[in-house]
């Protein structure tokens, strides 16, 4: 569960590739290791990209798409829940 301060500035790519670093590396438990390591990768990566300027994001993507000139992340409330 996220808040939009994450969806404004990730894409599900970008998510999945903090789920990825934590996955199990055996073939026999492919279960999540650490889900507070997902959740501060998350978190993380979507506060550093909130101030990108030169980052393309969902949010500037969409605005774009609206007739908006609004570039890079966006600055907003970041919470996200991994269970």
């Known amino acids: 569960m996220a808040s939009d301060g994450i969806w ?7 998510v999945q ?3 990825n670093s934590q996955l199990s590396k055996t073939k026999s438990d492919s279960s999540l290791g650490n889900l507070q390591a997902v959740s501060d990768c998350i978190s993380t990566l979507a506060e550093a990209k ?7 994001s969902p949010f500037s993507k969409e605005a774009k798409a609206h007739g908006k000139d609004l570039p890079g992340g966006k600055a907003d409330d970041i919470t996200v829940i991994v269970s």
Do not use: I, M, P
């Not at 404004?8 to 970008?14: A, I, Q, S, T, V």
């Not at 909130?50 to 393309?56: A, F, R």
């Open 50 to 56: 909130g101030y990108d300027t030169k980052y393309e």
């Open 8 to 14: 404004d500035n990730l894409y599900n790519d970008d």
């Open 17 to 19: 590739v903090c789920v």
